[in-house]
């Protein structure tokens, strides 16, 4: 499918810009390059052993507007990844495609035991229909119910890591979502995933309203086996922000746990333009006596969205100068380890639609001294167009 979509998407380009009048179609995306190393202290050594990673990555978002009611739209990622981690792991091709396709498989790839990959995936396909207060939107998507800043358990359709931030837009789903509009600040919203299962169903209503100076949010439906009831808010304390989330899931197996889980922030914006953003976190499917290194290999979900129960976070970022930003993040959670996650990261713009990004990513533990298991680096080119 994503084969065949790639060359129809530039023979539609090439069609509408013989045209005279103004196109009804729209052509972005961006090229991006990574350089990635990482450090990975090995059990029962004391040494670290480099791996070194390269990726180059594509992205192509088309718009058509056949009228003014109804939008198609068509977004393809297209990947070539090179080094370490491509040459020792087999199923690298299996686990790119589990984290992009959902009902339907719409990706492609290829690797070599040489180290060499190539993925592609068609990420979003959806139509889009807006009639007066009505808005239908089916295929692959992005239902993006959550509120908060860095964690969202009303996000039940298509959970992400905010460690991945590599991937600005975010997994879709295969769903049907229709809303209503009720006012300015309000809004009927219901969404459901495609399943083959029942116990594999995803299916909810969204009631959004506005009271006092906050807006509001309730949900309530089904999450793969699991009946959720859910709801946030979003408003100001003083001249700062205050948004959070809860979400509780209980089983609709005998088999299954109760589990919930709730996030709150504040984030502000001194004069001086230094932005510091704060939350907390609790979920009740984490561990307290994890290792820090779960933090890249645990199981996400909207019922477990950090692999520790309970999580705080602290982010500060400035514009240095005109040109560069600084951002800095640190994650602590309490338990038998102390996990900590520091993330620090410069961008800088090197010229119109072009951007430098130095990353880092490193997780502590504690076991009578602070020690760091794993440390990456990530050196990203991008050019938008």
Known sequence: MVKLFIPLLFASVTLFSQEDKAPNWDLRGYLKSMQTTYFVKLPLSSESTMFNDQLLHNRLNFRWFPSENFTLTAEVRNRIFWGDQVRFDP????????GSDDFFDWSAGYRNK????????????????KVGLWEVRLGRQRVNWGIGTT??????FNT????????????????????????VASSVEVAVKA????????????????????????????AEN???????????????????????FTPLSDSLDNSYAMTAGIDYT????????????FNSKGSTDSGAEDLFTFELSARNLYPYRYAALLQVAYPLTPLLNGNFVAVYSPGSANALFVNPALTYSLAPNWDLDVVAQVI???DGKYESPVQAGFLRVKWSF
């Open 91 to 98: 199923g690298f091709i299996k686990n790119a495609n589990e």
């Open 114 to 129: 040489k180290g060499y990959a190539l993925h592609t995936t068609l990420d979003r396909f959806y139509g889009e229909y």
């Open 151 to 156: 964690w969202n358990p009303n996000d039940i």
């Open 160 to 183: 992400f890591s905010f460690t991945d931030f590599d991937y600005e837009e975010r997994p879709g789903s295969d769903a049907l979502r229709v809303q209503r509009y009720t006012g």
């Open 195 to 222: 399943f083959r299962h029942w116990d594999e169903a995803t299916g909810a209503i969204l009631a959004k309203f506005h009271t006092g100076s906050y807006d509001w949010q309730v949900l309530a439906g089904v």
């Open 226 to 248: 699991f009946g959720v009831l859910g709801g946030g808010w979003a408003g100001n304390l003083g001249d700062a922000s205050f948004k959070g989330e809860a979400a509780f």
């Open 270 to 281: 001194f004069s001086n333009q230094i932005y510091l953003n704060a939350g907390l976190l």
């Open 364 to 366: 502590f533990q504690k």
